[in-house]
């Protein structure tokens, strides 16, 4: 199956069931990750990192968490009180979704975290994950002293498991400091505050295990990876319960959004966290925008290592020697890559003299070097004439 390069429109999750009697079960934000709502989905697919310390295996299963993360006070030096201060801008986030596609009635399908981190006006902004709040029909939260309010969805990331609602910000007093991600040290403090298995105010204390660690992942459950994310690496526990929850430093200050774990019976003390710096900026386009927007080419892609061999020199008639790329199996009209002539059938093996090997290194090029308005350059293959062309880059909309 072929994929758009404006990933962030493809759906991550599948339609969530409701939550069993005997056990929970979560979607998450990497493949084959449970997440972290109280609702029961089909697990999606996770990948080898080969920057891995041990492998892991194709049939890991990656749990999400759903805890509220808590601000402390910083400057504090005493742990207890700097936890007390953390839980006020933790609060739950509950998901409302409709029993059946006829009926008007909704009821809860799935619940998770979310981090108070600014007040505009007479609005409290909350950052939380996108798998917490998908598909809902109605938002709640409920605030740490017990108060349920009516919740409104800004926008979210599918592609980065964000998400931003909005609340009355009457009474809201104070809200979370968000801190440098980038100044964390392998053997940092780490703490997770949050509600795992529906047991609001948990504190869990560890270390950053890792700071730049990369976890494949599979937006459309297609088998294949659509994104790296990079995430924190932490062995203070996330469990079920925890996701969008924050991960502290020793200051109180949130330093990532907890995401997901490893959940293998075999494995314990490998959670993950979206590092708040790459959250910072999902944050401000979700908040202005309603949704992250990012360079467009207007392009299905498929890699090369998926087609068929038969197909590379009778079809796309390839020169021996080109084994990796990403093919053009279709074409946005009035798209950037419209304009400039691309077609179906052509055969991308460089972005800006950079080798591409196939449809998640031609998404990460694009998404992480170049930005709206920029110009890129496309070399590729077209019946077998190597060829070249320069495009402007805009947006989806």
């Known amino acids: 199956m072929g994929y758009y390069d404006e990933t962030e429109t493809n759906q991550r999750y599948k339609e969530p069931k409701k939550r069993g009697k005997k056990g929970y079960f979560f979607t998450g934000f990497v493949g084959a990750v449970i997440g972290a709502v109280t609702v029961t989905a089909a697990t999606p697919y996770l990948y080898n990192n080969e920057n891995a310390q041990a492998p892991i295996s194709q049939n890991t299963k990656v749990e999400g968490t759903s805890m509220p993360v808590s601000q402390s006070i910083k400057g504090t030096t005493d742990l207890a009180e700097m936890i007390q201060g953390a839980k006020e801008v933790v609060v739950g986030v509950m998901n409302y979704q409709a029993s059946d596609p006829f009926s008007a009635n909704v009821q809860e399908a799935g619940s998770g975290s979310g981090v108070i981190y600014k007040k505009a006006g007479n609005k409290a902004y909350i950052i939380t994950n996108n798998h917490v709040v998908q598909d809902a029909k109605k938002l709640q939260v409920k605030l740490s002293n017990g108060t349920v309010v009516e919740a409104n969805l800004i926008g979210t990331d599918p592609l980065m498991d964000l998400a931003v609602v909005a609340i009355d910000g009457t009474g809201i007093n104070k809200i979370a400091t968000l801190g440098n991600s980038d100044n964390m040290r392998v053997g940092d403090q780490a703490i997770a505050i949050g509600n795992p298995l529906g047991l609001e105010g948990?504190?869990?204390?560890?270390i950053i295990s890792s700071k730049d660690r990369e976890i494949p992942v599979d937006l459309?459950?297609?088998g294949q990876p659509d994104w790296e994310a990079q995430v924190l690496q932490t062995d203070a526990s996330i469990n079920p319960g925890n996701s969008g929850g924050a991960l502290l430093n020793a200051n109180g200050e949130v330093i990532g959004i907890n995401s997901s774990k490893i959940a293998e019976e075999t494995v314990e003390g490998i959670g993950f966290a979206i590092p708040i710096n790459v959250a910072k900026p999902i944050i401000e386009s979700i908040e202005k925008y309603g949704e992250v927007k990012r360079?467009?080419?207007?392009?299905?892609?498929?890699?090369?290592?998926?087609?068929?061999s038969y197909a590379l020199q009778n079809?796309?008639?390839?020169p021996n020697d080109v084994k990796t790329g990403v093919v053009i199996l279709g074409v946005t009209p009035t798209s950037p890559a419209a304009k400039a002539g691309l077609q179906e059938m052509d055969v991308v093996v460089e972005l800006d003299g950079?080798?591409?090997e196939?449809?998640?290194?031609?998404?990460?090029?694009?998404?992480?070097?170049?930005?709206?308005?920029?110009d890129i350059s496309v070399t590729y293959y077209r019946s077998g004439k190597k060829m070249e062309k320069s495009l402007k880059l805009s947006t989806a909309n």
């Open 202 to 206: 948990t504190v869990t204390e560890g």
């Open 295 to 308: 360079p467009f080419v207007g392009v299905e892609l498929k890699s090369l290592e998926d087609v068929p």
């Open 315 to 318: 079809t796309l008639k390839l």
């Open 220 to 222: 459309d459950q297609n």
């Open 358 to 374: 196939n449809s998640l290194q031609f998404r990460k090029y694009l998404y992480e070097k170049k930005k709206i308005g920029d």
């Open 354 to 356: 950079q080798k591409i």
